[in-house]
Nanobody, 117 residues
Framework: QVQLVESGGGLVQAGGSLRLSCAASGSNFRLYTMGWYRQAPGKQREWVATITNGDITNYAASVKGRFTISRDNAKNTMYLQMNSLGPEDTAVYYC???????????WGQGTQVTVSS
């Protein structure tokens, strides 16, 4: 079982920046593919970015060039640096992890990001 805990959300003005963190339990973090998702009010959860265990990254078109996903395996932590935030980025942000030998995808509890215009 993997526990994921997000932090770093908050209220920021449009054009500002935030860095989210996702801390994972256990000793296999370096093997996981990690991802960020978000869910805005009244909308479905959408994929934001992914980083593999080989540090290959992918981004949704809506955040590419503004957000940067990274990981620190020594700290069992993944990050999402978010720049040039706009009101459309307001959502609860969730992290997840996947690995061939995990029986399911694990999710964190989410952290709220609110961008005021």
């Amino acid at each position: 079982q993997v526990q994921l805990v997000e932090s770093g959300g908050g209220l920021v003005q449009a054009g500002g920046s935030l860095r989210l963190s996702c801390a994972a339990s256990g000793s296999n973090f370096r093997l996981y593919t990690m991802g960020w998702y978000r869910q805005a009010p009244g909308k479905q959860r959408e994929w934001v970015a992914t980083i593999t265990n080989g540090d290959i990254t992918n981004y949704a078109a809506s955040v590419k060039g503004r957000f940067t996903i990274s990981r620190d395996n020594a700290k069992n932590t993944m990050y999402l640096q978010m720049n040039s935030l706009g009101p459309e980025d307001t959502a609860v942000y969730y992290c997840n992890c996947q690995w061939t030998y995990l029986t399911r995808v694990y999710w964190g509890q989410g952290t709220q990001v609110t961008v005021s215009s």
